[in-house]
C-alpha cells in the first residue's frame, strides 16, 4: 500500500505484523488495526523524509495548528466505536485518503491524519453503508465543527473524482 505515487510512503504489512497488532491493539477488529497501522508508519515515514530533505508539506484544508492528543489508533477506535461505519468504508476512506495526497502531491503527517480520516470514513459512509448520520454526527465524533466537516467533505468529494 503506498500513500503517494512519489514513494512518500510505502508500507506493506504482512501476516505476521497483523498477529502483532492483534496484540497491540485488543480494542479493535484487526482490519481497523491495520488500517491505523498503515497510517500510522506512513506518517512517521513521511514526517522524517519531510524533515531530512527540509522540505514543506503541501498546507491543505485538513492541516491543524498542532498534533491532536490522541493517536490515530485511538481516533479511529473512537471514530469505529460512535460511527458504526462497516470494515469496507475504513477501507475505502484510506483510497480517498491516498488519492487526495496524490492529486495535490501532499503527505501524509500527524497535522492532517485526523481532519483526513474523519472526513474520509463520512464520505464513505455516505456512499456505501445503510445506516447513515449527518455532517453534524460525524463532526462532533470527529471532535471538529459541523462547518468545518462540510468543507473538509466537499473537498475529498472533489479530489476523490465523486
Known sequence: MSLNQN????VSISLTKEVSLELQFPELPTLYRIVSSVLERAIQKNENLLKASNKKDVVTIFHGSRVPSL???QYMERIFKYSNCTP???VIAYIYIDQFLQKLNAYLTSLNVHRLLI???????KFFDDERHN????????????A??????????????L
Not at 138 to 146: C, D, E, L, N, R
Not at 149 to 154: A, P, Y
Open 135 to 146: 455532517n453534524a454526527y460525524f463532526a462532533k465524533v470527529g471532535g471538529v465543527s459541523t
Open 119 to 125: 472526513t474520509s470514513i463520512m464520505v464513505a459512509a
Open 7 to 10: 514513494n512518500h510512503a510505502l
Open 71 to 73: 493517536s490515530v489508533r
Open 148 to 161: 468545518e466537516m462540510n468543507r473538509t467533505g466537499d473537498e475529498v468529494l472533489v479530489y476523490s473524482g
Open 88 to 90: 469496507s468504508c475504513f
